[in-house]
C-alpha cells in the first residue's frame, strides 16, 4: 500500500501531476491516495519532502538466497539443431558467471540430438544436463517444464535465462510458477549487482516507449526470457571442455497431458530479414506500392533483405514477415538502410542495435537521423537510384 | 454539436461508427476498385442487430424510427457510401411490406430482414420509367391463384444480393396511376432473374442489376396490400426512406471535411501548413457550415416524419435536396483543399466526390424533389389562403 | 461448454511516452481500452458458445474503473462478468496476478475452459496465461492461432510456433492463450450493450476469494520495477553534406567495408 505521511507532506501536488493513474489528489492541503493506485512508484520518486513510501514485502528467509549459485540457461533444439538464442544466451551467461566465478551450466532436452552438448560447451557452458528422449521430439509445455523445474530444484542456480522465444514465452512461466519465483519476459539487459548478487532485469514495456528495469529481491532462482538476437554470442572454442551429465528424468515427468500431433513448418518467406547482414528497409516515404520497388532494388545491388516499417506494411506494399519494430521482428544487422522511414519509436526499438545505420530522409527533423550513423536529407527518390548507380559501378 | 441523443440512440451512434472505422475504412477502397459487394460487412452489421432498427418489435425489431436508422446510416455514409446503400436498400424494399402488407406477410419476412439473414430490395426504375414512373411496362396478370409478372426492371441495387424483390407492376393499365400494385418476388420464384452487373461512376461496391420477370409465376397472397394501391405505397416508401438518403450526404459530407481539414494540418507550403492560409480556412470552414446545417435539417426531418406519416413528404424532399447537394459540394471542395493528391487515387476524397452524384439522382432526382417541394407549397398556401 | 475469458484493462501502448524531463508517464489523451489481445480470447470464447452452447464469464482483476471493459464485453457478447478488485491487489506482478486470479475464478465457480489472449500491450509478459494454468493444475496450449475441432472432452488446436505451427489437442479444462490471427473480433451489438447496461457485475475482493494476504499485490509479487526510463539510442548524428551525387560518394566509401 502507499503510505503518505501527512505529517511531512506539504500538499505541493507534485505527486498528482506525476501519477499516470489520477490515484492521487491533494485534498485540503494533503496528498490523499485513492483505489486507482498501482503501487508504480513514479510519485515516491518524486516526492521532494518523502512523504511517500510503498510498503514493501517484509524479507523473508534471507538465508535462503545463499544456497542458490551458478548461472543455467535454457539451450533450446528444434529440428535438428541448437536455436541460434541459446549461443546468445551462452554469450550473456558466461560473462555473468564469470562476474559471480561461479559455473555455467545449460539444460538441453530434445530427441536425437547429436553433438548438440558439445556445441554448447564450445560456445561457453562448463556442465550440460542433457535429456535425450522421444518424449522431447515435440514441445510439450509440461514435460520441457517438469524436467527443467527438477534440474533447477536439484541444482539451485541463482539466475536461469531462456530464450524468448514460442517455446522459451510459452513454458518458462509455467517453470517460475512451480519454483514460486519471479520471472521477468523479454530482456534486453542483464546485469547482476556486485554489491548483492541480484539480477538487473530490464526490459521494454508499453509496446517498447518505455524501458523498465525489475528485480526479483527474494526469491531464487532469478529467471529471465531474453530477446533473440540482442545478446551477443561469444566466439566457439572447440577445445572448451564442459561436462556433459545424461540427467535421467523420472517416468511419471514424461507425461504430458496436452498431445503434439505433427509440427508443420511454414515458409516465412525466401529471406528471413532476421538472419541477413544488411537490411534495406522502406517506409512510407515511398508513397505506393511501385515506389516500394526502389527498395528492393537498392537491396538487390547490396546483397541485403528488404525490411520495412509497419506504414508500408499496413499499405500492403510488402507482407507482415518483412517488418520491422515493435510488432515486427527485431534485428540487428550490420548494416541497416533506412529509406523514407520517419523514425518513429516503434520502429527504432527494432533496428537500433543495428551496427551501422543509414538513413535517407526528406525531412532533416526525422527522429531516424538521431539513430542514424549516416544521414542524408533528400528525395529518396533521387539519392537511391544514384546510390544503387553509383554500388554497381563500386562492385563493377 | 449536441443534439441530446437518447442513451439507447448513442448506443446506436457507438455501434455504427465503430463498424464504420474498423470495418469498413480499412476495405473501401480495395471493394471500390474491385467493385466488390461487402457481404462481410453486411454480415457485421446484421450482427450488430442493426438491420432491425426500423422494425417493430414484434417481428424481431429494435422498434426504432426513420431516425435511428438516420443515425446508422450517418456512420456508414461517413465509411463509404456504397457499402451503407446496401444497408439502406434493404429497408427501402422491406419498407412497403411494413406499410401496406398484411399481417401474414409481415411475419413471414420482416424477422430475417431484421436479423439481416435476408436482404430486401425495391424494384421500381425501368428503361422508360424513372422519374416518370407512368411510363412502367412491367405487367402482373392474375392466372389462377397465382400473379404472372413479365417485364424488365433497371438499376436495382441489391439486385443479385437480396432473396426479397418488392416489385412495382401494372395491374391495370386502364385505370393510370389507380392500375400499378406491388408484389414480393422471391429470389427462388420461377422465371425471376437478374441481368449483368452495371459499371458505375461511383458506389462501385454496391450491386446493381437488371431484375428480369419472364412469366415469372408467384402466389396470390404475394400482392402487398390492395390491388392497385402501388403507387401510394411507392410514395411512402420513398417519403420514408429519402432521409435515409439525406443522411449519407452529411455522412459523406463529414468525412470529406474531416479529410480536408488533416490534409490542411499537414501539408505544408510556403513554410506553413495552409490550413494557416485564409483561403483555405474560409473554404473549410464553409464546408463545416454546410455539414452541420444538413445535419440539424436531416435529424430535424427525421424526427417529423416519425411522429406524422401523414404530412412526409415536403420534409422528407426538402432534406434529401439539401444535404446531397451539401455532399456534392463539400466532396469536391475537399478534392480541391487536396490538390493533385486528392484527385489522385491513393486519397479517399476522389472516391467521395465520385460516390457524391449518385445520391443528387436516386431515389428521385433533386429535380423532381423541387417539384415535390413546389407542390406541397402550393397546396399548403391554398389551405392557408 | 462454460469458458472463462480472462481480460485486462490497459492503456492504450501506443500513446504512452516517458517525460523526458521528469521520467515520468505523459497521461495526457492516453485512453484506456480493452487489451487487444484479449478481444481476440473473447471473440473465439463467444464462437465457441454460439457453437456449442454453454456461458461465457469474463473476469477482470483491475482497479473499479475496469468494469468499463467487462461492460464491453458483454456487449460483444460474454453472459456474466467478474471483477476482481481490492485496493490490496495493487502492484501485483504475474505472479500475484495468477495467484489472485486463480483464486477468484474457483471462487466463480466450475467450467470447462479459460481463454486468454497471448499478453497485454501494456508489459507484453505472456505470463498470465501460462501462470494460471499452472495455479489451477490444468494443462494448457500457448498461442493458439485456430480450433480445428472439439469432441467433446478435447480440442484440436494449430498453435503457433516460431517456424510454423504444430497440431495438438488438448484435454478439458484447460486453457488457452490466443494470437491475433485466430479470428475477426466482431463489434458490439445493440442487444449487447443493452444486456451490457443492465447487468449488474459480480464484484470480489480479497476477503471474498479468501486470498492470503502475503501473495497478493506488492507484498505478493516475486518481481519489482526498480526503475523506468526512456530508451537510448546509440547512434550519433552524422549527416553528410553537398549535393545529392557528393553525398551518395560519401556514403559508399564510408559504408566499403559492407559492399
Given at each position: 500500500m502507499l503510505r503518505i505521511d501527512i505529517e511531512t507532506c506539504i500538499g505541493c501536488g507534485v505527486c498528482e501531476e506525476v501519477c499516470t493513474f489520477e490515484a492521487i489528489e491533494v485534498v485540503d492541503g494533503v496528498a490523499v491516495v485513492n483505489e486507482k493506485c498501482t503501487l508504480c512508484g513514479s510519485c515516491v520518486d518524486s516526492c521532494e519532502v518523502e512523504a511517500l513510501s510503498i510498503e514493501a514485502r517484509e524479507k523473508a528467509a534471507q538465508a535462503d538466497l545463499a544456497e542458490w549459485s551458478g548461472i543455467m540457461i535454457f539451450a533450446e533444439y528444434r529440428h535438428g539443431k541448437v536455436a541460434p538464442v541459446s549461443f546468445e544466451l551462452l554469450g550473456i551467461g558466461r560473462q555473468l558467471a564469470d562476474q559471480q566465478k561461479v559455473p555455467l551450466s545449460a539444460v538441453l532436452l530434445g530427441s536425437a540430438m547429436d553433438g548438440a552438448a558439445e556445441d554448447l560447451v564450445s560456445y561457453g557452458a562448463d556442465i550440460v544436463y542433457k535429456v535425450d528422449d522421444p518424449a522431447l521430439e515435440f514441445f510439450t509445455d509440461e514435460i520441457y517444464g517438469n524436467i527443467l523445474e527438477d534440474v533447477i530444484r536439484e541444482q539451485k542456480p541463482e539466475v536461469v535465462l531462456a530464450g524468448a522465444t514460442a517455446i522459451g514465452r510459452s513454458f518458462i512461466p509455467l517453470v517460475a510458477t512451480a519454483l514460486a519465483t519471479g520471472l521477468t519476459a523479454d530482456c534486453t539487459q542483464l546485469a547482476i549487482r556486485p554489491d548483492d548478487g541480484v539480477l538487473l532485469q530490464t526490459r521494454p514495456a508499453f509496446g517498447g516507449n518505455i524501458m523498465a528495469t525489475i528485480e526479483c529481491p527474494h526469491t531464487r532462482p532469478q529467471m529471465a526470457t531474453v530477446r533473440p538476437r540482442v545478446m551477443k554470442t561469444a566466439a566457439p572454442d572447440p577445445d572448451r571442455q564442459g561436462d556433459i551429465i545424461d540427467y535421467q528424468p523420472q517416468a511419471?515427468?514424461?507425461?504430458?497431458r496436452v498431445r503434439v500431433l505433427r509440427n508443420v513448418l511454414q515458409e516465412q518467406d525466401q529471406v528471413n530479414i532476421t538472419e541477413g547482414d544488411i537490411i534495406v528497409s522502406g517506409g512510407r516515404g515511398l508513397d505506393n506500392e511501385k515506389g516500394f520497388e526502389l527498395i528492393r532494388q537498392l537491396a538487390d545491388a547490396v546483397g541485403g533483405a528488404v525490411g520495412a516499417s509497419r506504414a508500408a506494411v499496413d499499405s500492403a506494399w510488402i507482407p507482415y514477415p518483412h517488418q520491422v519494430g515493435q510488432t515486427g521482428k527485431t534485428v540487428n544487422p550490420k548494416l541497416y538502410i533506412a529509406c523514407g522511414i520517419s523514425g518513429a519509436i516503434q520502429h527504432v526499438v527494432g533496428m537500433q542495435s543495428s551496427e551501422t545505420i543509414v538513413a535517407i530522409n526528406k525531412d532533416p527533423h526525422a527522429p531516424i537521423f538521431d539513430v542514424a550513423t549516416y544521414g542524408i536529407v533528400g528525395d529518396l527518390f533521387e539519392v537511391v537510384p544514384k546510390l544503387i548507380e553509383k554500388i554497381k559501378e563500386k562492385k563493377g | 454539436m449536441d443534439y441530446f441523443l437518447t442513451e439507447e440512440q448513442q448506443m446506436i451512434v457507438d455501434i455504427a461508427r465503430q463498424i464504420a472505422d474498423d470495418k469498413i475504412i480499412p476495405v473501401r477502397a480495395e471493394l471500390d476498385e474491385k467493385e466488390e459487394f461487402a457481404t462481410e460487412i453486411l454480415n457485421d452489421i446484421a450482427q450488430a442487430d442493426?438491420?432491425?432498427?426500423?422494425?417493430p418489435e414484434e417481428y424481431g425489431g429494435f422498434g426504432g424510427s426513420c431516425f435511428e436508422i438516420v443515425l446508422a446510416l450517418e456512420q456508414f455514409g461517413r465509411g463509404c457510401v456504397a457499402i451503407a446503400t446496401s444497408f439502406a436498400a434493404s429497408a427501402l424494399g422491406a419498407y412497403p411490406v411494413l406499410l401496406s402488407g398484411s399481417e401474414e406477410m409481415k411475419q413471414k419476412y420482416m424477422p430475417d430482414v431484421a436479423s439481416g439473414k435476408k436482404k430486401a430490395a425495391f424494384a421500381l426504375t425501368e428503361a422508360n420509367a424513372g422519374s416518370d414512373a407512368s411510363g412502367i411496362q412491367t405487367t402482373a396478370v392474375l392466372d389462377g391463384d397465382e400473379w404472372v409478372l413479365n417485364g424488365t426492371k433497371q438499376w436495382i441495387t441489391n439486385a443479385g444480393k437480396a432473396q426479397i424483390y418488392s416489385v412495382v407492376a401494372i395491374t391495370d393499365r386502364s385505370k393510370g396511376a389507380r392500375g400499378a400494385s406491388m408484389f414480393v418476388v422471391e429470389d427462388t420464384d420461377p422465371g425471376f432473374s437478374c441481368g449483368p452487373k452495371e459499371k458505375k461512376m461511383g458506389i462501385r461496391a454496391s450491386a446493381t442489376c437488371e431484375l428480369i420477370f419472364k412469366n415469372c409465376r408467384i402466389p396470390k397472397d404475394r400482392l402487398i396490400g390492395r390491388e392497385g394501391m402501388g403507387f401510394i405505397t411507392v410514395m411512402k416508401t420513398l417519403d420514408l426512406s429519402r432521409p435515409g438518403i439525406a443522411i449519407l450526404g452529411v455522412g459523406l459530407g463529414q468525412a470529406a471535411l474531416d479529410e480536408a481539414v488533416t490534409y490542411a494540418k499537414q501539408r505544408v507550403q510556403f513554410g506553413k501548413p495552409i490550413i494557416s492560409f485564409q483561403a483555405i480556412q474560409h473554404m473549410l470552414a464553409d464546408m463545416a457550415i454546410e455539414v452541420e446545417a444538413a445535419r440539424a435539417l436531416v435529424y430535424g426531418a427525421a424526427k417529423h416524419i416519425a411522429s406524422h406519416p401523414k404530412d412526409m413528404s415536403k420534409a422528407s424532399s426538402m432534406c434529401k435536396v439539401f444535404a446531397t447537394d451539401m455532399a456534392m459540394k463539400v466532396t469536391t471542395d475537399a478534392v480541391q483543399v487536396l490538390g493533385g493528391y486528392g484527385y489522385?487515387?491513393?486519397?479517399?476524397v476522389e472516391k467521395m466526390m465520385r460516390d457524391a452524384k449518385i445520391l443528387q439522382i436516386y431515389e428521385g432526382t433533386n429535380q423532381i424533389q423541387r417539384n415535390v417541394i413546389g407542390q406541397e407549397l402550393n397546396k399548403e398556401y391554398t389551405k392557408k389562403i | 461448454m462454460n469458458i472463462i475469458v480472462c481480460i485486462k484493462q490497459v492503456p492504450d501502448a501506443k500513446d504512452v511516452r516517458l517525460d523526458p524531463k521528469t521520467n515520468t508517464m505523459a497521461r495526457e489523451g492516453v485512453e484506456s481500452i480493452m487489451n487487444p489481445f484479449d478481444r481476440h480470447a473473447l471473440e473465439e470464447a463467444v464462437r465457441l458458445k454460439e457453437q456449442h452452447g454453454g456461458t461465457v464469464t469474463v473476469v477482470s482483476m483491475g482497479p473499479p474503473q475496469a468494469e468499463t471493459v467487462l461492460r464491453e464485453a458483454v456487449a460483444c457478447g460474454a453472459d456474466e462478468a467478474v471483477l476482481v478488485s481490492d485496493r490490496a491487489f495493487a502492484g501485483a506482478d504475474t505472479w500475484a496476478t495468477t495467484y489472485t486470479l486463480g483464486k477468484a475464478i474457483v471462487k466463480n465457480g466450475p467450467f470447462d475452459l479459460i481463454i486468454c489472449g497471448k499478453q497485454a500491450i501494456d508489459g507484453d509478459t505472456a505470463q498470465v496465461g501460462p501462470g494460471l494454468a499452472k495455479r489451477l493444475n490444468i494443462p494448457y496450449v500457448s498461442y493458439v492461432r485456430k480450433i480445428t475441432g472439439f469432441d467433446g472432452g478435447a480440442l484440436s488446436l494449430q498453435r503457433l510456433m516460431d517456424d510454423g505451427y504444430d497440431e495438438v489437442e488438448i484435454p478439458l479444462p484447460g486453457l488457452l492463450t490466443v494470437v491475433k490471427e485466430i479470428n475477426e473480433p466482431r463489434v458490439p451489438s445493440l442487444k449487447g450493450k443493452m444486456k451490457a447496461k443492465s447487468l449488474s457485475l459480480k464484484t470480489l475482493n480479497a476477503e471474498d476469494i479468501g486470498a492470503d494476504p502475503d501473495s497478493i499485490g506488492l507484498p505478493g509479487s516475486t518481481t519489482q520495477v526498480v526503475k523506468v526510463f526512456s530508451p537510448e539510442f546509440k547512434g550519433e548524428r552524422a549527416m553528410l553534406e553537398g549535393t545529392v551525387d557528393e553525398q551518395v560518394e560519401q556514403l559508399v566509401n564510408k559504408l566499403g567495408t559492407y559492399l
Open positions: 511419471e515427468r514424461l507425461q504430458s | 442493426l438491420f432491425g432498427l426500423y422494425i489522385m487515387r491513393e486519397y479517399p | -
